[in-house]
């Protein structure tokens, strides 16, 4: 039986090569699944990324499926009951950034129709292709990340810096940093 190659980063555990498999950089459309990656994103500032991946499922309970219609109405109450929230991560910041981020998201999608078309405007709507050779060739954040960093911020976006800008736009496939050798990178272009 062939083993399929992945990229490294996916290493041995399940729930990493799942999300490898199955999601990281291919490109997303859904409003409600793009904003649960850039909340998912954003309560991944200082920790690992299997540590979201873990928790996820805890996020998309206490977030109420990450209805950002839902989440733009949270009280303090809401928020107290989320800070008390073993499940998932309690960092008053980032639970009040994604309530306000909800507001602005909501405005997104009144102004442009969908979060969808205004995110991936700055791609044209087409997925980057790299062709990396190695995991460590791939940068961590670019100037378009920087650009769609600071277009958010003016917004109002909180825990929107650059590195997490390029991670979401690796997670929902606005850039495919799949190694050439891993199966995927193939995959998603023939998926294009």
Known sequence: MNKKTRCVWAGDSPIYIDYHDREWGRP?????????????????????????LRK???????????????????????????????????NRLKINAAVSNAKIFINI??????????IWAYVDYVPIINHWEKHEDIPASTPLSEKISKDLKKMGFKFVGTTIIYS??????????????????????KGI
Request: glycine fraction near 6%; proline fraction near 1%; charged fraction near 25%.
């Open 28 to 52: 997303l459309h859904d409003d409600i699944r793009l904003f649960e990656m850039l909340i998912l994103e954003g309560m991944q500032a200082g920790l690992s990324w299997i540590t979201i």
């Open 56 to 90: 996820r499922e805890a996020f998309r309970q206490a977030f109420d499926g990450f209805d950002p219609y839902k989440v733009a109405l949270y009280d303090e109450a809401k928020i107290q009951e989320l800070l008390t929230n073993e499940q998932i991560i309690r």
């Open 109 to 118: 999608i009144k102004q442009y129709g969908s979060f969808d078309q205004f």
């Open 168 to 189: 979401f736009m690796q997670a929902i496939g606005m850039v495919n940093d799949h190694v050439k050798e891993c199966f995927a990178y193939e995959d998603i272009l």
